[in-house]
Structures are given as structure tokens and as C-alpha cells.
């Protein structure tokens, strides 16, 4: 870790960052970086970047619409997210199509259905059939009113920052000031590894740090293309991109919250496409979680697949990827539920087998009670050898409460196996989103306050259309 450690703050010290916006190169020059204009290369004292970062805090928390839904980072909190940013969304009856708007909001109301996901990923999918300057803000519109829960915003300049500041202001009932004490927005600022940070992504950062808004600082390091096919390679450019994206952050506002993102991975030598859920992600992840608590930063990782349909590879790559970032001691699983073929896909199907692998890992992490009455001594003593536990008063007192309940597969429903046993668990999930959806409710929001959103969105949009 050491090695890793000083390998990263002599990357920003002798090679530095291409720093593409102005914004963020003023505000790091303003801090006595070493600033080349004329190649907007950025590099930063190991000293400095150390103490900036050991001003970000270990432990924060997230405020929703519904105060039964706020979560907290960091510690041994964990945080399951659900997927965030294909371009494309699929299911069994309609296959792989372009991100649209009606998917898009039958996506986030299924999130809003299933409590093994804490929080919103920042847009299920991209609604592609909306115009790319404002829907932004028909995607917070729905996040208002389908969820009570977190939502991500997008990080991708200052503009969609501030949008979604006033709309969850006004959904919250609180002003600029009350939010900098209870933040309430997340977004993943992302870094054009190798080494440079693209001018959208640098205001997104700085907007949200002004305004006390955590960020999750996230290099896209796949080991072989945009990194050091080298796993400690990969992992110091990893770390030197995210300490950057984590001082940038502290010089704008110290204290700001920050998360400490991992993505490292690696690519298919033989193809060039990228591979998630092997051997070398789950050593990162188990790398990454060490580094996270190095500077005691909260920490964020992946549940990833490479597999382009909902099989076997998407199953075991997922699990694998999970069980990787838990063991790390992830505090924010992101694209933890739905994600599918590299990223490229929201899947309705693979949302409900993520969320039963979800609940699985929830169920292992649950400590075991150890008391008299959980050692089972009586029932042990009443059945004695050769005997079974079914009926006994210990079975039946403990089993609605006691035991993890299956999603996909129902191992109970003996009578109905020839006509459903046989089904795959694709199959399943297929029916259980299609009947989550036909169920769900989105929670109640007063009638002003939907008034006043609507006004507030269709504000922005003439606003945004006449070039305001």
C-alpha cells in the first residue's frame, strides 16, 4: 500500500494531470500548483495533496425526500446503488433497444420498489428520445416524484449541478444554506484516464463542492488500455487520478464530502473490450478498499458484468464483482443492480437477479445471534438422533423471520415445479419486475410542491431553449 501510496503523489508531482477546464486550473493555481498553461498540466506537492485530502471527512450523510430513507457513508455503513448511465435497455419480450423516456420511468419506479436498493444511480438509462439540453431535468423530475429515496444527479458541468440543487431545494422544502449542513444530492465525477480531467467534469466537481454536495471521485482505469496493464500500475494511476479529483475538491470548499472512487479493472488482451468481474477486479477491489481507509475516505465500487444477456457469465461476473467490493469493505456499491453488457445496457431482468444477489451478500453480512434461545439446546434435546427439525416449535417460531427469501427462485412452491421449476431464473425475474411494476406506488408528494416542480421545469426549459 505504501508502495502504491508514494508511486501515486510522485505521479502528480513529476507528471502531473492535463487539466482541460479553466475553472479547475484557476482554482488549483490559486492554491500554488504548478501551472503550464500552454499544456494545462497540473502538478501538486505530495505534501500539499495529503493535507488537502486529510481535510475531506471519513463519515457523512445523505439526506432524502423521505427521512426514513437517509443513508450514511462511510465506517462499516454500506450503501447499495442501483445502475447508472447506459445508452441502451433491454428485457426478454422487447430486446436490446435505444434508453427512452417510458423505460426510464418504469426503471426508477422499480428501484423505488425494491428496498435492498438504497439509492438512486443517476439515471437508469439515458432517454434518448429527449433533447439533449434539457433532459436533464425531466430525469430529476421523475427521481422527485417516483423516489423518497436518494438520487444521483449529473455531474457533467455546472448547469445540470444547479438544476438539480433547486429541484431537490424545492422538493426538500430547504434553501442553499440548510443544504450545505444536510446534503442531499450524490453525482460520480469521472476522470479521462490516463491523467487528464475534461472541462464538464471539472465544473460538475467544483459546482457540487461549493454547494457541500459529496462527489464520487471515480478514474476509469482499465488495466492494458487506459492504465499500466500491471495491477499495481493500474492502481497507483488509479489512486494519483482520485487523490487529484479529492484535493480539487478541498481546495473549492474544505470539508467537502468526498467518495473515494474505484473502477479498475481490466481488458480482454485479445479483443481490446473491456472485462469485469475476473480475478484482477476483485484484487483491485480488495486493493482499493485498503487505500480508501488509508486516507479515510469512503470508498465505492461495482457490481459488473462483461455479458451481453442475463446468463450464467452475467450471474457468477456480478456475484464475483459483489462479493470482491464487500470483502474490500465497499461503503457505496454502485451500479450495484441492472447492469449489463460493459455498461452499455439496463437490463429489467438483470435489475431483479442483482437484487437477489443483493440480498444474499445482505443476508451473509447479518451477524448470527448467539443466545440461549437461538442454540436451540430444547430442540436438540426433544428430536435427539435420527430425528428432523421441521415441526419443532424452534423451526416454526424462527422461519418467517429468520431466513433469506428468494426473488427468482421459489424452492418452497413444490406443487407448481413442472410448470414453473423449469423456468430459468431470467425467466423468473421477467414476471417478478413485470408484477413489481404493475404494483408499485410512488410515494406521496404534495400537490404544491408538485405545482411548484412542474413550474420549475418547464421554467428551466424555455429558460435553457432561449440560451439562459
Known sequence: MEAIHRASLRILSEIGLEVLGDR????????????????????????QVEALVATAPSVFDLYARNPERDITFGGTNLVFGAVGGPAFVSDLDRGRRAGNFADFADYVRLIGALDIIHQEGGGPLEPTDLPVATRHLDMYRTFAVELDKTWQCLGFGATPVRDALDVVCLIRGVDRDALLREPSLMTVINTNSPLRLDGPMGDGLIEMAIHGQPVVATPFTLAGAMSPVSLAGALAQQNAEA????????????????????????????????????????????????????????????????????????????????????????NLLYQGAGWLEGGLTASFEKLI????????????????????????????????????????????????????????????????????????????????????????????????????????????????????
Request: charged letters at 20%.
Open 243 to 330: 487523490l487529484f479529483l479529492v484535493a480539487l475538491a478541498q481546495i473549492v470548499r474544505p470539508g467537502a464530502p468526498m467518495v473515494y472512487g474505484a473502477f479498475t479493472s481490466n481488458v480482454d488482451m485479445r479483443t481490446g473490450s473491456p472485462a469485469f468481474g475476473t480475478p484482477e477486479a476483485v484484487k483491485g477491489a480488495l486493493a482499493s478498499g485498503q487505500l480508501a481507509r488509508r486516507y479515510g475516505l469512503p470508498w465505492r465500487s461495482s457490481n459488473t458484468t462483461a455479458s451481453n444477456v442475463v446468463d450464467a457469465q452475467a450471474a457468477y461476473e456480478s456475484e464475483m464483482a459483489v462479493w470482491g467490493a464487500v470483502m474490500g469493505g465497499v
Open 24 to 47: 479547475a486550473l484557476d482554482a488549483v493555481r490559486g492554491a500554488g500548483a504548478t501551472v503550464d498553461r500552454s499544456s494545462r498540466n497540473v502538478r501538486l506537492d505530495p505534501a
Open 353 to 468: 437477479v442483482d437484487a437477489e444477489i443483493l440480498q444474499m451478500i445482505s443476508e451473509v453480512l447479518q451477524p448470527i445471534p448467539v443466545d440461549e434461545a437461538s442454540l436451540g439446546f430444547d430442540a436438540i434435546a426433544d428430536v435427539g438422533p435420527g430425528g428432523h427439525f421441521f415441526g419443532t416449535a424452534h423451526t416454526l417460531e424462527r422461519y418467517e423471520t429468520a431466513f433469506y427469501r428468494p426473488l427468482v427462485s421459489d424452492w418452497r412452491n413444490f406443487e407448481t415445479w413442472q410448470a414453473d421449476g423449469s423456468r430459468t431464473a431470467t425467466e423468473r425475474a421477467n414476471t417478478i419486475w413485470k408484477r413489481l411494476l404493475a404494483e408499485a406506488v410512488p410515494p406521496p408528494l404534495d400537490p404544491p410542491a408538485l405545482e411548484a416542480l412542474d413550474a420549475l421545469v418547464a421554467r428551466r426549459k424555455r429558460e435553457i431553449a432561449a440560451g439562459a
